[in-house]
């Protein structure tokens, strides 16, 4: 079973798998796919190596296959790796991103230093080093440390045996067009923050841009839609090359006049 060319995660499945079925012959696949939460024939693709294991279900597969912090490192390093030599670790980003619950993640999402951290760990200087991440960040050492135990806490970093530190998704998103108050924290947090770089930071390092105009709210479903399709094009182009500095993309579009409807204004 030890097959130098099978990648580690197929190997934990495969050998999870017989384990649970020498204990019990009448086990089954379907059995093992719901206990792992994912579509039967989606992991009898992955057992058959016709695809990679989904990227954002890791962390619910190495909680019930019992995985240990440096198995569950092993298994998401070699799901990536796999990703990498396909060629496929973009275009699958999108689709694998971890969702955010408020419930669960609500200083994640709201204060800017996580997401901010999460992405540091993309440069390849990166140390898991509080008073390092710290100065990249221009944070205290202590806030930074606070920060990085929270993410381990809450599984979204896994530290190895080494002290190497691995994110346990490629991305994450958060909910669209549901009211929230982390992601509304967040928002005028960011807000805060542009208008701080205004005067910390060169013109050159930064843009700033705006346009008003009129237009027909009827066409806003379709306008947020060009706005989230721009973003993933300029995560595409922004994420190739030596990437050594962490930036903030914000867009807002808001409406300068009471918003109308048929019953009246809309506060």
């Not at 606070?146 to 896994?158: D, K, M, R």
């Not at 909910?175 to 108050?181: A, E, F, L």
Request: aromatic fraction near 8%; hydrophobic fraction near 40%.
């Amino acid at each position: 079973m030890k097959n130098a060319a099978t990648p580690a995660y197929r190997l934990f499945l495969q050998e999870a798998f017989a384990r649970r079925k020498e204990a019990n012959p009448a086990y089954s696949h379907r059995a093992f796919s719901r206990q792992l939460g994912i579509h039967h024939g989606s992991l009898q693709a992955v057992m058959k190596g016709r695809r990679p294991f989904p990227l954002d279900l890791v962390n619910q597969a190495a909680l019930r296959l019992g995985l240990s912090a440096s198995e569950k490192a092993k298994f998401l390093e070699s799901i990536v790796s796999t990703l990498k030599y396909r060629g496929r670790l973009e275009i699958t980003r999108a689709r694998q991103a971890t969702l955010l619950e408020e419930s669960r993640h609500a200083s994640i999402i709201a204060e800017w230093e996580y997401a901010a951290i999460l992405s540091l760990l993309d440069v390849p200087e990166f140390k898991p080093d509080p008073t390092w991440v710290g100065a990249r960040l221009g944070i205290t050492a202590r806030r930074s440390q606070e920060c990085l135990e929270a993410l381990i806490a809450t599984g979204f970093l896994i530290r190895q045996p080494n002290g190497r530190l691995l994110k346990s998704s490629p991305a994450y998103r958060t909910t669209d067009n549901v009211s929230s108050d982390a992601l509304r924290r967040s928002h005028a947090e960011t807000l805060q923050h542009a208008a701080l770089k205004m005067d910390s930071v060169p013109i050159k390092f930064r843009d700033n841009s705006s346009i008003t105009i009129a237009l027909d709210p009827k066409k806003l479903p379709m306008l947020k839609a060009l706005s989230r399709r721009y973003r993933r094009e300029f995560i595409a182009l922004a994420e190739k090359g030596e990437r050594t500095e962490v930036y903030q993309l914000a867009i807002h579009l808001f409406p300068w006049t009471q918003v109308t409807t048929k019953k009246g204004n809309c506060k």
